[in-house]
């Protein structure tokens, strides 16, 4: 096991309450997709040891962080976890080199290995500005760098002390999306290079996906289960899940029975049937349907299908497609969005379209919550 | 009411606020509310005047000394953000490396003015020499705390 959590916290925001872990080498990085929430910070500082949770553990390998049943506690400093937020600053007072130093100077200390050379810390230093982009700009105070350069300065003062485990929480927000990447990507490669697991937390979906081939939801300040990303990206169970990976058409439902719900925006009624034809019950706790945009056709598929009527047709034009919403359940329902690339449908065949067709097996069955 | 002799009074007034330095910086770091920095702040103008020369005179006199030090050094604190300590101990720095890296180089000379000032409030309490001597301390501290 490299990294197991599981704690739980009272808050004045709620309760936090996260169980995960990063099982084995296969996968060292982890994604939480999560919406900006001061109980996803708190996480993190449980984990570094910047607050304590009110019970659980936290190990990392062989080191337990924390355990309140065994009153454990290893302070931050032995802990050895990068953490880099958005609201991580530099220290002000010392140049964006003294910053790197300080970190190599205490990686030093603390007898981590950091290269065979003699005086490590002058050697390692022009390479570590220099990996993250940062050449020239070492005699800079953190106060004459821009917001790219500074965040590319925290980055190097982190991975400058040679930590165990990293943990991001939407470092690069507010960053232009090329800065973004860039970054992350830089991150990444270090971390890969030298085996250090990271948990990357942000709001926005791709970023995540990048950052990780395993996700996890946290919803309302409790962790969900960890789930192959593009199992996630392609089936979200919850409805937080689905609206933060982009399913745009979502609505919520009436439970009729156990295996039929109402979509009363929509007005249409949904079910689940098997390869014999028998309904099948739906999710206990189903509270909406959702479809992404990518699932809706003209032409009805092949297999079992839902229909969904065209009514009150608008066609906006995007640089690369033209976008159809319409309101299936007449003019006081909700907008149902598809877009077609530019070229394959006309303005004109759009706003003639009288229904759209979703397969059985894409509708997506929505939950509040998923405690599996 | 006993007065103090005059030789005891200025060994007070020398030594007091220098060993009020300690525990107006610790209180000074933490994350003080915004109203207990009021309060500090109204305390630096205790109507000691009431009680002229009496013993209840000097020991408000030094209250108000020591509310002048906590507000000084605290004005001088906030200057090191929560988070870059916070950033510090997960680069595994100590306690002490803390202290010496991050907190030292910001705090210093504000000590020495915050004894000034105090200095001032008691030796000059109510005149013209208290008010300028105060302020200058708090340009110097203001002064020599910016962020570069």
Redesign the interface.
């Known amino acids: 096991m490299i990294l197991s959590v599981k704690i739980r916290k009272q808050m004045k925001e709620g309760l936090l309450e996260a169980s995960f872990a990063i099982p084995d080498e296969t996968s060292r990085n982890l994604s939480i997709l999560c919406d900006p929430d001061p109980r996803r910070l708190a996480l993190f500082y449980c984990i570094a040891g910047l607050t304590d949770p009110d019970e659980g553990s936290v190990t990392l390998q062989d080191t337990v962080f924390v355990d309140t049943l065994t009153h454990k506690k290893l302070p931050p400093e032995k802990r050895r976890v990068g953490l880099l937020t958005s609201r991580t600053a530099l220290f002000h007072h010392l140049s964006v080199q003294d910053n790197v130093r300080l970190a190599l100077q205490s990686a030093e200390k603390a007898g981590l290995a950091l290269s065979g050379v003699k005086n490590p810390v002058e050697n390692l230093l022009p390479d570590v500005l220099h990996d993250f982009g940062l050449d020239g700009l070492g005699g800079q105070m953190p106060g004459q760098l821009s917001k790219v350069q500074q965040v590319r300065a925290l980055c190097a003062r982190m991975m400058a002390a040679n930590p165990r485990l990293v943990l991001l929480d939407d470092p690069v927000a507010g960053l232009d999306a090329q800065s973004q990447a860039s970054i992350l990507t830089g991150l990444r490669t270090v971390c890969g290079k030298k085996k250090i697991p990271i948990v990357f937390a942000s709001a926005d979906a791709e970023e995540a996906y990048a950052m990780s081939d395993r996700i996890l939801v946290m919803e309302d300040g409790r962790t969900g289960p960890v789930q192959e990303r593009n199992h996630l990206f392609e089936k979200p169970k919850t409805l937080t899940g689905a609206l933060m990976t982009g399913v745009t058409n979502v609505t919520p439902v009436e439970v009729l029975s156990k295996t039929h719900v109402l979509a009363p925006a929509w007005g249409i009624v949904v079910c689940k049937r098997d390869a014999d034809g028998a309904f099948v019950p739906l999710p206990e706790g189903i509270c909406a349907i959702g479809i992404r945009p990518e699932d809706l056709s003209f032409e009805k598929p092949e297999g079992a299908s839902v229909e969904i009527p065209v009514r009150d047709p608008k066609v906006e034009e995007t640089p690369k497609a033209l976008v159809l919403s319409f309101q299936p359940g007449g003019k006081e329902s909700e907008r149902l969005c598809l877009s077609v690339p530019k070229g394959s449908k006309t303005k004109e065949e759009l706003l003639s379209v009288s229904s759209v067709y979703v397969p059985a097996e894409s509708l997506l069955y929505l939950t509040k919550a998923d405690r599996s | 009411m006993m007065e103090l002799t005059t030789t005891l009074q200025l060994v007070l007034c020398l030594v007091l606020p220098a060993l009020f330095l300690f525990p107006a910086g610790l209180l000074a770091r933490t994350a003080m509310p915004r109203f207990l920095v009021l309060v500090f702040a109204a305390g630096v103008f205790v109507p000691a005047g009431l009680f002229f020369k009496g013993l209840l005179y000097q020991g408000l006199l030094f209250v108000s000394a020591f509310c002048l030090e906590v507000v000084l050094l605290h004005e001088r604190a906030v200057?090191i953000?929560r988070?870059?300590i916070?950033?510090?101990?997960?680069?595994?720095?100590?306690r002490h490396?803390i202290r010496s890296?991050?907190v030292y180089?910001?705090m210093r000379g504000a000590y020495l003015l915050s004894y000034a000032a105090a200095l001032f409030r008691i030796l000059c309490a109510y005149d013209l020499r208290f008010a300028v001597g105060v302020l200058v301390c708090a340009a110097l501290l203001f002064i020599t705390g910016r962020?570069?």
């Open positions: 200057k953000p988070e870059e916070l950033s510090a101990k997960t680069l595994g720095l100590t490396e890296q991050l180089p910001v962020k570069r």
